[in-house]
Every structure is written in C-alpha cells, then in structure tokens.
C-alpha cells in the first residue's frame, strides 16, 4: 500500500477508535498532520474503500474501518508504546500487592488490563494436565481419612480429603507417599492415568482397596472444571456499540458461557498475543467482537491465559502496549 493510503487509512482508524463516529475527510486532514487537500483524502478514502478496507454508512459522507483494515492496521501500522506514564505507575502498585497463590496474580494482571483499557477481561488457569508436580504429600488425619496435598510449578496448591471403608495404618501412608513420589515428581499431572494405577496396585497388593480411591479423588480434585475470572462486563456495556439490544444481549450471553469462554482462551498459539477480529473467530457468537489473547508467564511458567473481549472498534495499541509492558513487569520483578 502507498505511503499515503497507509497514514490516510491509520488516521481514520484512529480517528474512529476515539469518536465512534464515521470519519470524514475534514476530519483528519489536519488533526493528523497530513498535508493534503481535503479532495485528495477524499479519493484515496474512495480508493481504499474500493479495496475493502473502509465501509461507507450510508446515513453521513464519512468512512468506517472494515475487519479488513483493522487487520491492515493491527499487522502494519499499530504502534504499541502508547501507554502512559501515570498508567506505568498504576500498573507497577497494583503489580507490587502481595500475593499468595498463582490465580490471585492473575486477577490482579486482569483487573488492571481491565482498568486501564474499559474492556472485559476473563482468566483461566493453566491447564492441569501440563503441569509438572513438584510434590505430593499424604497425611493421615484418622483411622479411614487422609488428606493429600499436591503441589506444582505453576504455584498451584490442591489439597483434598479422601475416605476409605477400612482402616489405613501409618506404614500404608508412608508407603503411598514413597511411591506417588517415586512415580510422579517433576513428571507431568497427566501421569496419573491407568498404567500409574496398575503399577501401584502390582507394587502395593496389600493396598488395593487404598490406591483407587486415592487417585479417583485425586483426578477429581486437579482435573475439576476450568474456573475462569471476569472483570469489567459492566464498564464495556456503556460503549457505543453496546446501544444496539442485539449485541448487548449476545455480549451477556458470551460471558455467561463457560464452554464457549474456554475455547475462546484456548485458541491460538501458545507464545503469542493473538487477535481475531470479528469473522476472524470462529465461533458463530463472537462475529461482533474483536478478541485478545495472550499466554501469562511468569519464569517461562505458564500462569494461564487472559483474553480481552471488546467491540471491533477496539482500541488495539492500548490493549498490546498495556498486555506488553505487564508482562515484562512481572517478569523483571520475579
């Protein structure tokens, strides 16, 4: 594309992120610097709608942006330095609350996207599967009751109690312990899978009647339903695009569907910030919506995924200059 289309095309980009309004030629011509007549923006603006890359509304003289030029814009012409020095110091408190557990880190990087770009955020963890156990632990906490606790390099903690019909003696749990350790330290969740099962119960024949239960419950506990976070629903709601009942009710709808909520932040690829603008996702419901993802890592460990819902008219270089520099934060501090 030549220079000139290029910096037309940018500015009503721009120009129709801040407004919401359809972008005239005297709009632009000199807030943006463009040294040119108002006649020759006006038939480049033609041209560029030719190409596909600008809509016409047919109720006033000015252009939107298509999905076309949106991707021309997120791809070619998007800076993503456009962050604040007071949102710098924003982020940086929030970033310095003290946390406990992984998932609370998360809300925290959620909100604060959340905060300073007026767009939906939802989080969901890492996938258990991946996650390497760091340590197992089973402490007998009565005569037919123990407690296991698992731990992983993500930071995650589970613990769950398990309950037996016959008795457990303290050497059974000194045995279990030695032997989930044995199997499964520093080796991935998803090893707890039928041929661990079958080689403790080989090992262990006095303990039968213990292994089962011990790993039914444990895969109950680490393999439970995805939980997710939101924030901001209800600040995204009082955007322009949000007037119209349709997309505001198909907005409600998205967020209240978990299955659709997991495939959105499990798409894409695992390295990278992702965008797909409206037609570009493939779930039927999002058409509307533009859509960003990112992979949270903190020490190249996999903290889960935090997506960005908002409208197409979706202010891009806020939304990456803002995921960018969080990311870099939490890992120059850890």
Do not use: W
């Amino acid at each position: 594309m030549e220079e000139r289309k290029r910096r037309i095309l940018q500015a009503i980009i721009e120009e129709y992120i801040s407004s919401a309004e359809p972008v005239s030629s005297n709009a632009i011509m000199n807030k943006y610097g463009l040294n040119c007549s108002s006649a020759t923006i006006r038939n480049e603006m033609a041209d560029l709608e030719k190409s596909g890359y600008l809509d016409k509304v047919h109720t006033s003289s000015g252009r939107i942006p298509s999905a076309k030029g949106y991707r021309f814009y997120v791809d070619e012409l998007m800076q993503d330095d456009r962050i604040s020095v007071d949102e710098i110091k924003y982020i940086s408190e929030k970033l310095e609350t003290k946390v406990h557990e992984i998932e609370d880190l998360t809300k925290i990087t959620a909100t604060t996207i959340s905060e300073i770009t007026h767009y939906t955020t939802v989080t969901i963890g890492p996938k258990a599967s991946e996650q390497i156990i760091t340590d197992i632990k089973f402490v007998l906490l009565g005569s037919r009751m123990i407690l296991a606790v698992i731990m992983t390099d993500s930071g995650m903690v589970k613990e769950t109690i398990i309950k037996f019909d016959e008795d457990v003696t303290e050497k059974q749990v000194e045995t279990i312990n030695y032997m989930f350790n044995n199997k499964l330290k520093e080796q991935p969740i998803a090893k707890i899978d039928k041929p661990l099962e079958e080689y403790l119960i080989n090992e262990m024949q006095d303990s039968v009647k213990v292994i089962k239960p011990i790993i039914q419950q444990i895969k109950k506990v680490l393999f439970e339903d995805e939980r997710y976070f939101l924030e901001g629903a209800r600040r995204e709601l009082e955007l322009p695009e949000f007037n119209s009942l349709e997309v505001a009710k198909n907005f409600m709808s998205i967020i209240d569907t978990k299955e659709l909520i997991s495939d959105m932040l499990n798409t894409g690829f695992a390295e990278d910030i992702n965008i797909y603008i409206g037609e570009e996702n493939e779930k039927e419901e999002l058409k509307d919506f533009s859509i960003v993802t990112f992979k949270h890592r903190v020490d190249n460990k996999d903290m889960g995924t935090i997506g960005i819902i908002g409208p197409k008219r979706m202010d891009y270089s806020k939304v990456i200059s803002v995921m960018k520099y969080i990311n870099k934060k939490l890992n120059e501090d850890k």
